[in-house]
């Protein structure tokens, strides 16, 4: 909402300058977002007089001119028609600048010179080319050569530009509405327009009136009452095609809106000033000259005011004559009936639509206009037919038309204040601070409600019909509190209820995961929770594979993010890919976060949500460095992450056994077990999927359905005594056929070490020299100790030997 | 014979003291105090002298021992210590060459942020409260006082899923969820930080997806008062003990009196600066928690009074660390991330 502070003026007197109102006003809640001047650029733009006109010697069409602006007699030539000697017109001076800062010199046609230029109402006010139909801008025969037309009509103010809240919305998107806000601020009364004064109507209640010759020259039925509880109509005769008076023009242009034609400009001009939208109808093109309000009906159509066919529903309430829809409720006219240079007569529309037919409509036809955007907030029932009256008084001012007399006004439903209740001292207890009753009483005075304090404990107060985002006592409290000054709220704390602040257990052990992978030299991703429809492709997933039952937005704004993720690796690799493509040598990322897991589809229900945690890397582990170069990522390391991480979380013990996961190398992934427990997967990515996320090298990923690991996970740690007797090592080398597992030879070697054997590490994994094909050479250091005894030689020697046999016997190794 | 101890130790301590080896020294000790030594032989000779000279002889003897002893340990010393300073000397480094790399992992800066937020909001006694990110429209819009046809639904142009299930456009929905799971039960206390979406084309300052943290208290005779103080604790245990904040008035249905929170700078100090032009910053959209939604909670506005505030995780992320593209946050670039070690 742009407020032009000449036009705010005229309403209410304001002691301050245009940043001190701003501020005033942001602190009342109406925020002001900037403040402009506008014509700040305007110069030498006066009142010239012509002193002889005669046709140019060579150039057929056009004329020249001499004039007297002020300061010196100039040339012009001109195309203009109709001038004569003695008339005084804008003018713009070799120098000038015109609006939008247009710098006016001097030029010649046919050989003379002509300097500066004289100026249509249309250049002087938005600097553009004069519109058709439109002359140099004669100026009153008294206006003295050279006086500042910058002054004169003005064409210079300093205009507020206001970002309404929702709930101001309703009462401040007018100069009065925010003339009745600084009013409230300064103590001051507004200032009405005597027409407007006269005809608002406080309230009234259901029923129609129609009389004098506006009644016998049309009609008016309303046949969907719920959604236009009021319309009304007057009638203009003898309507001439004009443009609007240049000051008329200008607040328009400050106010953000374009000049057009004389009754036009009016209708827009009297709803910025006044807040009520208005529709003038060509009155001769109505079929019956008369007004249906009523839904579409189905097929119906309607070419709007911007020369677009509309197709209509019949949800949408339109304005109709005897057989097809006009306009648009309160949204826009129809080109059919708008007011052309030959309009003769013209109905006046004013009424109150409903705000949520109006702004369904709106967003329907994505429609948004400054009628629309006022209906749909709630205007001032009371002020329909005054605002029209209004308008139609500037018209007959200007002597572009007549108001003939009458009116008819159809109510569906009356209007009236409505009352609520206050109960003072909940103000205090609301707000934290005292606001003595008296004080209350004031703010809400001077906002315009009506307070009757005789209740005492509850006074009722009477809520003006401006005011239609007021509804209870919240709303009066909040009245209050902006008036008195937020400023004032003092600073305190609760005193309630006692409470003890902690988190639970499964966001303490998940916030500890997060640390532990970090300590574990990963990067912590945030990645998107939507992707790409296609990622389930690119990870080679089965037809049937459960992750591709995922929701997708209806409405995406992009189709790369359109579906909610089932697997958080999708993320991940996408920012791998975007790492190498920025020729970051080594990338190692995890991310423990949602994954929306659906379960009917369509869903009626919604998602579960579950944590999973994951990782991927690729390139060596760490950077080079001069004693030597690191490790390269693969299926190893990254599995010791996850048992780094599992352990550390007391999740225990852990399975890996080969799986077929799609994605992954098949000889290089493992499924990731703790008892019947399926924790998730392990393991480098499958080259195809590489490739298809345009990865280089490799890249090793591991993936946990993290709610999983919550649940097994525990924060218990016992105290383990430490050893008092000391252990012997026994190294033992076998080569054993590739078919089987390690696992399973160290579950043989902890099942014949017993209770002696402390803790066993694979040092050597060999092929090669003396190693048959298909086989391997596993090197275990076994420890041997006992809780009460130091060990002789004979007793572990013995338990060893047994071990080395069962390898032989059980797994048909050969001891090394 | 006739021994000449003075000349005798002359030598031999001559010899101890050019010892340049503990090699040498011991060839040294070992010809004058070795079992065949020159001062063990002149003991072993003792028993053939005439009784009167024994006692004198013994003593010059013994006393030579001694003091050849004494020279020899206290040479070895000498020789250990200048054989370590060598040996110290010879294994010198460069140690301007860098150590041995660990392998950095990082904390993302959001939820660096998002810790921190929790720990002092912990620190005042409110708990963590978790609700979907896939949501019910009732939840996100209708119980919180925005039916379909509400113009602030504008401002918020949400991703459906169906008509009746979206991806939340708020936290806010988190405080019909706990207000529910709790009633009547009091103080309902709480914070709620997590994703939200909006239909926001990604951009230096907007994206789909992004963070808030939602904060919520009812209780008995809870006020706007209570409310400031809360955040200006907050603002001061996030920025620094200077940190002033003022409440402007503003609008969200959902609560009554709202306001939006506003703190000065951190970066200026409330000065003006590049980053907030005016000294003060937006930190939250606040408000006292309109009745209607205690009611649809499960509480009595007559008998409770509820705050709630709502800020950008976000925007608090760029702020802190100076982050001035958002989409940063989201690339995940190691770049970025193993800045936040």
């Known amino acids: 909402m742009r407020v032009p502070m000449a036009w705010l003026r005229e309403y209410v007197d304001i002691p301050w300058d245009a940043g001190e109102l701003a501020e005033r006003l942001t602190w009342a809640g109406l925020k002001v977002e900037s403040v402009e001047e506008v014509g700040e650029e305007l110069a030498g733009l006066v009142a010239a007089r012509i002193l002889e006109i005669r046709p140019h010697p060579r150039s057929p069409g056009l004329w020249l001119c001499r004039l007297e602006d002020g300061e010196a007699v100039r040339q012009v030539v001109t195309g203009a028609p109709g001038l004569a000697a003695g008339q005084v017109v804008a003018y713009a001076r070799p120098g000038g600048v015109l609006p939008g800062g247009r710098r006016l010199g001097r030029e010649r046609f046919g050989g003379e010179l002509s300097e500066g230029m004289m100026l249509a109402a249309t250049e002087l006010v938005l600097g553009e080319e004069h519109r058709e139909g439109e002359g140099v801008l004669v100026l009153p025969a008294e206006v003295t050569p050279g006086t500042d037309l910058v002054r004169y009509f003005p064409l210079r103010d300093t205009v507020l530009e206001l970002e309404l809240t929702v709930n101001y919305a309703t009462h401040c998107q007018s100069i009065l509405g925010v003339a009745r806000e600084v009013a409230s601020l300064t103590g001051g009364r507004v200032r009405l327009p005597a027409v407007f004064a006269r005809d608002y109507q406080p309230g009234l209640p259901a029923g129609e009136d129609a009389h004098g010759e506006a009644a016998r020259i049309t009609s008016v039925r309303v046949e969907d009452g719920d959604l236009c509880p009021r319309y009304t109509a007057l009638v203009l005769e003898d309507v001439r095609p004009a443009f609007s008076p240049v000051p008329v023009q200008f607040r328009l242009h400050a106010a953000g809106m374009r000049p057009l034609s004389a009754v036009v400009d009016v209708t827009n001009y009297v709803m910025l000033e006044l807040g009520q939208p208005l529709h003038a109808f060509d009155l001769d093109r109505l079929e019956e000259r008369r007004i249906v309000v009523r839904r579409a009906r189905e097929g119906e159509r309607l070419r709007t005011l911007d020369g677009r066919d509309r197709e209509l529903d019949g949800e949408m309430l339109v304005i109709a004559d005897a057989v097809r829809p006009v306009a648009l409720a309160g949204v826009m006219g129809g080109e059919e009936t708008e007011v052309t240079p030959a309009t003769r007569r013209v109905l006046m529309e004013a009424a109150w639509f409903h705000p949520v037919s109006v702004r369904r409509t709106s967003r329907r036809l994505g429609l948004r206009t400054g009628a629309a955007a006022r209906f749909e907030k709630g205007i001032d029932p009371a002020a329909v037919l005054a605002a029209s009256r209004r308008a139609c008084s500037l018209l007959e001012e200007m002597g572009v038309a007549r108001l003939v007399s009458g009116s008819v006004d159809v109510r569906p439903s009356g209007y009236g204040a409505r009352q609520a209740s206050l109960r003072p001292a909940r103000v205090g207890a609301v707000l934290g601070l005292d606001i003595p009753e008296s004080e209350i009483a004031g703010a809400l005075g001077r906002l315009g409600f009506g307070v009757d304090t005789t209740g005492g404990e509850s006074w009722r107060v009477t809520v003006p019909t401006w005011r239609a985002d007021v509804v209870g006592e919240i709303d009066l409290i909040e009245e209050v509190a902006r008036l008195h000054g937020y400023q004032r709220i003092p600073s305190t704390l609760p005193t309630g209820s006692p409470a003890t602040g902690y988190l639970t257990r499964e966001q303490r052990l998940t916030a500890r995961a997060r640390e532990i992978l970090a300590a574990a030299g990963l990067a912590e991703a945030l990645t998107f929770s939507l992707i790409a429809p296609d990622a389930f492709d690119r990870l080679g997933l089965g037809g049937d594979d459960p992750r591709r039952r995922a929701l997708t937005v209806r409405n995406p704004l992009s189709v790369e993010w359109s579906v909610l993720r089932t697997s958080l690796l999708p993320g991940l690799l996408a920012c791998l890919a975007h790492n190498q493509a920025h020729r970051v040598p080594r990338a190692g990322l995890f991310e423990v976060s949602a994954v929306y897991l659906p379960g009917e589809l369509p869903p009626r229900e919604l998602p579960s949500e579950r944590l999973y945690a994951a990782a991927a890397a690729y390139g060596p582990w760490r950077d080079p460095h001069w004693r030597g170069d690191s490790p390269e990522v693969d299926y190893f390391l990254l599995k010791g992450v996850v048992e780094y991480l599992l352990d550390a979380l007391g999740v225990g013990p852990v399975e890996f056994t080969p799986s077929g996961e799609p994605f992954l190398h098949p000889g290089r992934q493992a499924r990731i077990t703790c008892g019947e427990h399926l924790l998730g997967v392990v393991g480098e990515l499958h080259p195809r999927v590489a490739r298809a996320y345009e990865l280089q090298g490799r890249v090793a990923a591991w993936e946990l359905d993290f709610s999983t690991v919550l649940a097994l996970a525990t924060e218990d740690r016992r105290y383990r005594p430490l050893p008092r007797y000391p252990a012997v090592t026994r190294d033992v080398a076998f080569m054993l056929a590739d078919h089987i597992p390690a696992a399973r030879a160290e579950e043989v070697i902890r099942r014949h070490g017993g209770a002696l054997l402390e803790s066993l590490r694979l040092f050597d994994v060999f092929r090669g020299e003396g190693i048959l094909p298909g086989h391997r050479s596993l090197a275990y250091s076994l420890v041997y100790r006992s809780p009460d005894k130091t060990l002789t030689d004979r007793e572990v020697d013995e338990v060893h030997a047994g071990v080395r046999r069962a390898l032989e016997v059980e797994l048909g190794a050969t001891l090394r | ?341």
């Open chain 2, 1 to 341: 014979m006739e021994w000449d101890w003075v000349r005798l130790r002359q030598d031999a301590e001559a010899e101890v003291a050019g010892a340049a080896t503990r090699a040498e020294l011991e060839e040294v000790r070992i010809r004058y105090l070795g079992r065949k030594g020159v001062v063990t032989r002149a003991l072993a000779q003792l028993g053939r002298l005439p009784p009167e000279e024994r006692p004198e002889f013994g003593r010059q003897a013994n006393s030579l021992r001694q003091g050849l002893e004494e020279a020899v340990a206290r040479r070895r010393e000498e020789i250990e210590r200048e054989e370590e300073t060598r040996r110290l000397r010879e294994e010198a480094v460069d140690v301007t060459l860098p150590g041995v790399p660990v392998r950095r992992g990082s904390l993302h800066p959001l939820y660096r942020v998002a810790e921190e937020v929790k720990r002092i909001f912990l620190g005042m006694g409110y708990r963590v409260a978790e609700g979907p990110e896939v949501e019910y429209d009732w939840y996100n819009f209708e119980a919180l006082n925005i039916p379909r046809d509400h113009p602030s639904r504008d401002a918020q142009e949400s991703l459906y899923i169906t008509d009746d299930i979206l991806l939340r456009t708020q936290t806010s929905p988190v405080q019909i969820r706990v207000m529910q799971a709790m009633a009547p039960r009091l103080p309902v206390k709480v914070i709620a930080p997590g994703k939200v979406y909006r239909r926001d084309t990604v951009d230096p300052t907007h994206s789909f997806m992004f963070h808030q943290v939602e904060g919520l208290l009812v209780d008995r005779g809870v006020t706007m008062a209570d409310l400031k103080g809360t955040l200006e604790e907050f603002a001061r245990q996030l920025y620094g003990p200077e940190t002033r904040v003022r409440l402007r008035p503003s609008y969200f249905p959902f609560t009554e009196p709202s306001a939006e929170l506003d703190a000065t700078c951190p970066l200026c100090g409330g000065k003006g600066c590049s980053t907030c032009g005016s000294g003060w910053l937006e930190m939250a959209g606040c408000g006292m928690v309109h009745p209607r939604v205690l009611e649809v909670g499960g509480y009595d506005p007559e008998e409770v009074t509820g705050f709630a505030f709502g800020m950008g995780l976000d925007r608090l992320t760029m702020l802190k660390y100076r982050i001035t593209d958002l989409r940063l946050l989201f690339q995940n670039d190691v770049r970025f991330l193993e800045q936040f070690i």
